[in-house]
């Protein structure tokens, strides 16, 4: 699985942006498609996902009721919709794409593949 994330930027804080990630090269039907964020001196941290068949989403407590995950089956590409930023929101996001039965999908080990990652910087 290739994965082409985009969309990030400078935004004020309480703006939004919207990232996406455009997957090919293989069938994402058994697959989970993951967000992660890393910010300068911190570790890489679970974000979002959500599972190709069926469309079960999960998110980290820190963006719960402000980002939303979402997919266009058609498009094979994945959302990020992320609505009231903060400066603590500033990272390198990462898409990423786990077997659906590789264990917890909150867990960036159980990923196999991921994109390049895309910068998301808010200023207060």
């Known amino acids: 699985v290739q994965l082409q994330a985009s969309g990030g930027g400078l935004v004020q804080a309480g703006g939004s942006l919207r990232l996406s990630c455009a997957a090919s090269?293989?069938?994402?039907?058994?697959?989970?498609m993951g967000w992660f964020r890393q910010a300068p001196g911190k570790e890489r941290e679970f974000v979002a996902a959500v599972r190709w068949s069926g469309g079960y989403t999960y998110y980290a407590d820190s963006v719960k009721g402000r980002f939303t995950i979402s997919k266009d089956n058609p498009r094979n590409t994945v959302y990020l919709q992320m609505n009231s930023l903060g400066p603590e929101d500033t990272a390198v996001y990462y898409c990423?794409?786990?077997?659906?039965?590789?264990?917890?999908?909150?867990?960036?080990?159980?990923?196999?593949?991921w994109g390049q990652g895309t910068l998301v910087t808010v200023s207060s």
């Open positions: 990423a794409a786990a077997w659906e039965y590789s264990g917890s999908y909150y867990s960036s080990t159980n990923y196999n593949y």
């Open positions: 090269g293989r069938t994402l039907s058994s697959y989970v």
